[in-house]
Protein backbone atom coordinates (compact mmCIF):
# COMPACT_ATOMS: atom_id res chain seq x y z
CA UNK A 1 0.00 0.00 0.00
CA UNK A 2 1.54 3.34 -1.25
CA UNK A 3 0.55 7.05 -0.74
CA UNK A 4 0.24 8.82 -4.31
CA UNK A 5 2.05 11.91 -2.61
CA UNK A 6 5.04 9.72 -1.41
CA UNK A 7 5.78 6.63 -3.36
CA UNK A 8 6.77 3.93 -1.15
CA UNK A 9 5.50 4.95 1.63
CA UNK A 10 2.30 4.24 4.13
CA UNK A 11 0.09 6.71 4.74
CA UNK A 12 0.09 5.17 8.41
CA UNK A 13 3.84 6.61 9.05
CA UNK A 14 3.35 9.94 7.41
CA UNK A 15 0.26 10.89 9.17
CA UNK A 16 -0.01 13.01 12.68
CA UNK A 17 -0.79 11.37 15.85
CA UNK A 18 -2.44 14.76 17.27
CA UNK A 19 -5.67 16.25 15.81
CA UNK A 20 -5.14 19.83 14.58
CA UNK A 21 -7.36 20.95 17.28
CA UNK A 22 -7.64 21.18 20.70
CA UNK A 23 -10.22 19.09 21.94
CA UNK A 24 -13.67 20.29 22.42
CA UNK A 25 -16.61 20.24 25.31
CA UNK A 26 -19.41 20.80 22.99
CA UNK A 27 -19.61 19.52 19.27
CA UNK A 28 -23.05 21.25 18.67
CA UNK A 29 -24.83 24.78 19.88
CA UNK A 30 -27.38 22.26 21.47
CA UNK A 31 -25.20 20.38 23.73
CA UNK A 32 -23.76 23.63 25.09
CA UNK A 33 -26.84 24.54 25.68
CA UNK A 34 -28.06 21.61 27.49
CA UNK A 35 -24.56 20.93 29.69
CA UNK A 36 -25.20 24.64 30.87
CA UNK A 37 -28.37 24.06 31.99
CA UNK A 38 -27.48 21.06 33.76
CA UNK A 39 -26.24 22.99 36.87
CA UNK A 40 -29.74 25.22 36.91
CA UNK A 41 -32.23 22.60 36.33
CA UNK A 42 -30.80 20.07 39.11
CA UNK A 43 -30.22 22.97 41.46
CA UNK A 44 -26.66 22.76 41.55
CA UNK A 45 -26.30 19.43 42.83
CA UNK A 46 -24.66 18.06 39.44
CA UNK A 47 -22.75 21.36 38.88
CA UNK A 48 -19.54 19.77 38.96
CA UNK A 49 -20.43 17.04 36.27
CA UNK A 50 -19.56 19.73 33.25
CA UNK A 51 -16.03 19.94 34.56
CA UNK A 52 -15.36 16.44 35.29
CA UNK A 53 -16.46 15.36 31.84
CA UNK A 54 -14.64 17.82 29.87
CA UNK A 55 -11.36 16.80 32.24
CA UNK A 56 -11.99 13.26 31.16
CA UNK A 57 -12.38 14.56 27.18
CA UNK A 58 -9.14 16.65 27.74
CA UNK A 59 -10.56 19.77 27.82
CA UNK A 60 -9.64 21.53 31.30
CA UNK A 61 -7.07 20.52 33.82
CA UNK A 62 -7.95 17.64 36.74
CA UNK A 63 -7.66 20.27 39.11
CA UNK A 64 -10.72 22.55 38.05
CA UNK A 65 -12.98 19.60 38.21
CA UNK A 66 -11.65 18.75 42.21
CA UNK A 67 -11.80 22.95 42.57
CA UNK A 68 -15.59 22.44 41.51
CA UNK A 69 -15.79 19.18 43.47
CA UNK A 70 -14.78 20.72 47.46
CA UNK A 71 -16.94 23.84 45.81
CA UNK A 72 -20.17 21.83 45.93
CA UNK A 73 -19.34 20.17 48.85
CA UNK A 74 -18.82 23.19 50.79
CA UNK A 75 -21.29 24.73 49.24
CA UNK A 76 -24.17 22.61 50.47
CA UNK A 77 -22.70 22.38 54.09
CA UNK A 78 -22.84 25.77 54.23
CA UNK A 79 -26.14 25.72 53.15
CA UNK A 80 -27.55 22.74 55.10
CA UNK A 81 -25.38 23.77 58.31
CA UNK A 82 -27.47 27.58 58.26
CA UNK A 83 -30.51 26.52 56.77
CA UNK A 84 -33.00 28.21 59.61
CA UNK A 85 -35.21 29.47 57.52
CA UNK A 86 -35.14 33.20 59.01
CA UNK A 87 -31.42 33.83 56.88
CA UNK A 88 -31.17 34.56 53.38
CA UNK A 89 -27.63 33.26 53.00
CA UNK A 90 -28.35 30.11 52.19
CA UNK A 91 -30.43 30.51 49.07
CA UNK A 92 -28.27 33.50 47.76
CA UNK A 93 -24.95 31.29 48.32
CA UNK A 94 -27.04 28.26 46.15
CA UNK A 95 -28.02 31.21 43.46
CA UNK A 96 -24.31 32.41 43.31
CA UNK A 97 -22.73 29.09 43.07
CA UNK A 98 -25.55 28.04 40.57
CA UNK A 99 -25.00 31.38 38.41
CA UNK A 100 -20.96 30.70 38.54
CA UNK A 101 -21.03 26.71 37.37
CA UNK A 102 -23.34 28.09 34.31
CA UNK A 103 -21.58 30.86 33.28
CA UNK A 104 -18.01 28.82 33.19
CA UNK A 105 -19.61 25.78 32.00
CA UNK A 106 -20.95 27.95 28.40
CA UNK A 107 -17.43 29.61 28.46
CA UNK A 108 -15.73 26.34 28.53
CA UNK A 109 -15.19 26.14 24.63
CA UNK A 110 -14.25 29.72 24.50
CA UNK A 111 -10.82 30.46 23.15
CA UNK A 112 -10.52 33.99 25.23
CA UNK A 113 -10.35 31.68 28.39
CA UNK A 114 -7.18 29.89 28.85
CA UNK A 115 -7.11 29.53 32.88
CA UNK A 116 -7.19 26.30 33.77
CA UNK A 117 -6.91 24.35 29.96
CA UNK A 118 -4.55 22.42 28.43
CA UNK A 119 -2.10 23.54 26.68
CA UNK A 120 -2.72 22.33 23.12
CA UNK A 121 -0.11 22.35 20.35
CA UNK A 122 -1.82 21.21 17.18
CA UNK A 123 1.31 19.38 15.47
Known sequence: ??????????????????PASRPRMFNTRTAQVL?????IL?????????FVAAAVKGVVKPW??????????????VVLGVAD?????????????ITVAATHTSLMDSERV??????????
Open 114 to 123: TVGKLRWEGR
Open 85 to 97: GKSPVPGFLLVLF
Open 64 to 77: IAGVYICAEIAVFG
Open 35 to 39: WTLLP
Open 42 to 50: TVAFAAAVP
Open 1 to 18: MSNSQSPGLSPYVTTTLM
